[in-house]
Nanobody, 116 residues
Framework: QVQLVESGGGLVQAGGSLRLSCVATGSTSNINSMAWYRQAPGKQRDFVARSSSGVNSYATDSVKGRFTISRDNATNTVYLPLDSLKPEDAAVYYC??????????WGQGTQVTVTS
């Protein structure tokens, strides 16, 4: 089992920044990749960025150049700095961890609110 706890969300004006963190505990040696998704009210949960073991990180086009995922394997933490935030970035941001055998775990989410 893997447990994920996100933090760092909040209320910010457009153009501002936040830094999201997600700490994994439990069977962390089984984790292959960690990622961030987001879900706005009334919409589906969408992929934002992923950091995979042995593979370069990648992100969806709408956040490239503004959000850069990073991972600290020593502390089992994945970060997502959110820069140049736009109102359309407002959502609940979820951390995701996938194991080498294909199991998937989710955190409880952290709210990001962007005012115009």
């Amino acid at each position: 089992q893997v447990q994920l706890v996100e933090s760092g969300g909040g209320l910010v004006q457009a153009g501002g920044s936040l830094r999201l963190s997600c700490v994994a505990t439990g069977s962390t040696s089984n984790i292959n990749s960690m990622a961030w998704y987001r879900q706005a009210p009334g919409k589906q949960r969408d992929f934002v960025a992923r950091s995979s073991s042995g593979v370069n990180s990648y992100a969806t086009d709408s956040v490239k150049g503004r959000f850069t995922i990073s991972r600290d394997n020593a502390t089992n933490t994945v970060y997502l700095p959110l820069d140049s935030l736009k109102p359309e970035d407002a959502a609940v941001y979820y951390c995701d961890a996938r194991t080498y055998i294909g199991r998937n775990y989710w955190g409880q989410g952290t709210q990001v609110t962007v005012t115009s």
